[in-house]
């Protein structure tokens, strides 16, 4: 090795699980900063995770790093918890690591955000300056008598003149007028939080008892009072300026109300939220002030997770059953198993709140595994008598797709009171699709093996899994009918059916075709409260932790599908969401009521709603689950291969389903090869495996050389394959 020259193992964004080496002179290199290298004939960015003077390489052939960023982009905590996620994931360490930073960063390392300029006039500009200036240049006298008037911000300069920016110059060139960075300063109400009550002040005595790392759940239903619990805790940790705080939350959650909340209760602590409707440069901002550890409380989605945080101390993770912290493409990681990892790395505590826990959560936590403690919250915290009431309406499968006459009395009732409806749509399986009258054809997508879901606005036909979009076929592919009709409740068909009885009423829709922006949900809430909305249908998306203060009835329509899915865990999603979606009904002083339509009224599901049990339905489940093996008495990774080619897809699936065979099938039981549900995807035939073990330690013994097996298969680089380790969708 060369006097002066360092190895350095460089992660880089290939699909082979390992560091790569290469050669250093630079003397201040540090572990965690980036660095540029030749790769084959590209130069990729990497970062350095280790630096070292032995190699397995013959050091002639080592190649020199091109150039180093300065900037340290993860501490060695990081690197470790990353090291942990490649392999219990199963995903090439490099990919890992750099999936997880901020994209802005990975184009172009050196960005920051400009900084807005504030100018202001020194002592010698006046107007007798101004006056003085040649009469023809009339914008140099606006700017000029602006910024004499008031300062003037950057961004407002556009407003007073075009070219703003040549007077500026000028301006500062006569030594009129300075500038600075400009800030803004926010007016902050201080929220004063309420007194609470027993059973919250219960809770937080006994997670603070505890500095040390605890898995926490707290159990509490809608409005029993989390959030301010969290607050509580969190103000406890904060005591000093450099503490830090991280709280995910589901995306849709991140509402601006939840962050004035947040804001109005620590309003001298610095708070940064992290989700996917930020700019990348305002993402990477935000990143940086939580690495550099000024950002005392970082509120972020489930990436937030893989945020540096010097001085992290505490985790919590609100509506912790929810699936979208479930990553699915890529580096398939659930956010709050990895935060679980990172807590239990720092020793820290971490605590998960939901009304609905998932119900592997809900059972380590009744049962301490893990070290979990199970707190309760049994009502909520303000008129605590106020839990909906929840009926049932029994419907036939002909009825079952329309809007039962009770169900309109209900929103009529509502309309005169002005009170407001949310009705519940399960979307899953269950969107409009197009069908001739005549021979029962259905319009599919040509790429995917999937129907084509009807948009009657648009009057287009979309595929929900690739995006395709057509327009509306005006007679039918096979027998040229064209008595075509779309069939199924989509919420644009209840839309129009309720206009029909409903015409004065203002009706609005909520679901993934309308909500594409942080404004569009803003302007929902706005709408909701004002009470400009007199019924809101929508999907999923519902049921997530939206406050609507008039709603007092629910309407859930067509939630039958999930109870005889093939996935093991609709019935449970289903009863998670009803529960969710009837903790919107009654708020404040209204009494709220919750109509459901079911061909199965004396389902053990609606049994357990109606009773406002959780407990119940959830000891049904684990029966359930132990009986057949399931999750949480299982532990399981699905195999997923997809190629254009469907003899190529095959191929490698039977191959690598024998290896795993011959070589596991006593710690682990494998089943398929099969096609998934969706045997087709965007023009890829599919094939999936599954692997199941009786513990954790058992399934990545089975899979971990497996794994390496399949990335030698000759055919690996012809296929697009993955491997989901505690796969949530089936
Ligand atoms: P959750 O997170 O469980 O849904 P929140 O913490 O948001 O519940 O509380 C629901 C509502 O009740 C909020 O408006 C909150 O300010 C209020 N609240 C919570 N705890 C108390 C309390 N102890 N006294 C009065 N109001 C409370
Ligand atoms: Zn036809
Ligand atoms: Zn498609």
Redo the contacts with the bound molecule.
């Keep these: 090795l060369k006097k002066g020259h360092k190895i350095l193992k460089i992660a880089l964004d290939v699909p082979v699980n390992k560091l790569f080496d290469y050669m250093s002179d630079d003397q201040n290199i540090k572990v965690g900063q980036y660095v540029k290298v030749p790769f084959g004939n590209r130069k990729l960015i990497g970062l350095c995770c280790e630096i070292s003077n032995q190699s397995e390489i013959d050091k002639d052939k080592l190649k020199l790093t091109i150039n180093t960023e300065q900037e340290v982009i993860f501490d060695s905590s990081m690197l470790k918890l990353l090291y942990f996620v490649s392999e219990y994931y199963h995903h090439p360490i490099g990919q890992a690591i750099m999936s997880v930073i901020p994209t802005r960063i990975k184009n172009n390392p050196n960005s920051f955000r400009k900084k807005e300029l504030l100018f202001k006039a020194k002592a010698n500009l006046s107007h007798n300056i101004i006056n003085n200036f040649p009469k023809r240049q009339l914008r140099l006298r606006k700017v000029a008598n602006a910024i004499l008037k008031e300062n003037l911000r950057q961004s407002d300069l556009k407003k007073i003149t075009s070219n703003a920016s040549e007077c500026i110059k000028k301006l500062e060139e006569l030594d009129l007028i300075s500038s600075e960075i400009f800030i803004q300063e926010i007016k902050r109400d201080r929220i004063i939080p309420?007194?609470?009550?027993e059973q919250?002040k219960n809770v937080i005595e006994q997670i603070n008892k505890y500095k040390k790392f605890k898995p926490w759940l707290v159990h509490?239903?809608?409005?029993?009072?989390?959030?301010?619990?969290?607050m509580s805790l969190i103000e406890k940790q904060l005591s000093n300026s450099c503490d830090q705080v991280l709280v995910l939350i589901p995306e849709i959650n991140l509402t601006p109300q939840l962050e004035a909340r947040f804001q109005g209760r620590f309003p001298d602590k610095k708070i940064v939220v992290l989700h996917s409707f930020l700019s990348d440069i305002e993402r990477l901002d935000n990143w940086r002030e939580a690495k550099n550890g000024h950002a005392n409380i970082v509120i972020g989605t489930r990436l937030g997770v893989f945020t540096p945080m010097p001085n992290l101390n505490l985790i919590i993770i609100?509506e912790e059953h929810d699936p979208s912290f479930k990553q699915s493409e890529g580096l398939k990681y659930h956010a709050r198993d990895v935060a679980m990892m990172r807590a239990k790395n720092l020793d820290i505590p971490i605590v998960m709140?939901s009304?609905t826990p998932s119900l592997e959560t809900w059972y380590k936590a009744i049962n301490n595994k893990q070290n979990f403690q199970y707190l309760k919250?049994q009502s909520?915290?303000?008129d605590s008598s106020s839990l909906p009431t929840i009926n049932t309406i029994q419907v036939n499968d002909k009825t079952k797709l329309e809007i039962s006459k009770k169900v309109i009395d209900g929103i009529q009732k509502r309309i005169n009171k002005n009170e407001q409806t949310i009705i519940f749509i399960n979307r899953r399986g269950f969107s409009p699709v197009l069908v001739c009258g005549s021979c029962g054809w259905v319009a599919n997508c040509q790429r995917c093996s999937s129907r084509m879901v009807v948009h009657l606005q648009k009057k287009r036909l979309k595929c929900h899994h690739c995006g395709a979009d057509v327009k509306i076929n005006n007679s039918c592919d096979d027998c040229g009918n064209t008595d075509l009709f779309p069939l199924g409740t989509g919420t644009q068909k209840v839309e129009e059916v309720l206009k029909y009885h409903f015409p004065e009423a203002k009706i609005s829709r909520i679901d993934r075709d309308t909500t594409h922006s942080k404004k569009t949900i803003e302007n929902l809430y706005k709408e909701m409260n004002n009470r400009d909305i007199d019924i809101l249908v929508g999907t999923q998306m519902l049921s997530k932790?939206h406050?609507f203060p008039y709603v007092s009835l629910v309407v859930v329509l067509d939630a039958d599908n999930a109870l005889y899915s093939s996935d093991f865990r609709a019935s449970e999603r289903l009863f998670s969401q009803l529960m969710q979606v009837s903790g919107r009904a009654g708020r404040g002083k209204i009494k709220g009521e919750v109509l459901i339509q079911t061909v199965f009224p004396n389902h053990e599901l609606f049994e357990s709603l109606k009773a406002h049990d959780f407990d119940r339905f959830s000891n049904k489940l684990i029966n359930e689950r132990k009986s057949m093996g399931l999750s949480p008495f299982s532990f399981n990774a699905l195999l997923m291969v997809q190629s254009k080619n469907l003899e190529i897809a095959k191929q490698f699936i039977f191959d690598v389903s024998s290896w795993i065979k011959q070589s596991s099938l006593e710690e682990a039981e494998v089943f398929g090869p099969a096609r998934p549900a969706l045997e087709k995807l965007k023009g890829f035939e599919r094939f999936h495996l599954y692997i199941q073990a009786p513990s954790r330690n058992q399934l990545h013994s089975v899979i971990k050389p497996w794994v390496s097996q399949i990335r030698q298969h000759p055919y690996v680089n012809r296929v697009k394959w993955s491997i989901d380790v505690d796969p949530m969708d089936f």
């Design positions: 309420p007194t609470l009550n919250q509490g239903v809608t409005a029993s009072g989390k959030t301010e619990i969290y609100d709140g009304a919250l909520r915290a303000v932790g406050d």
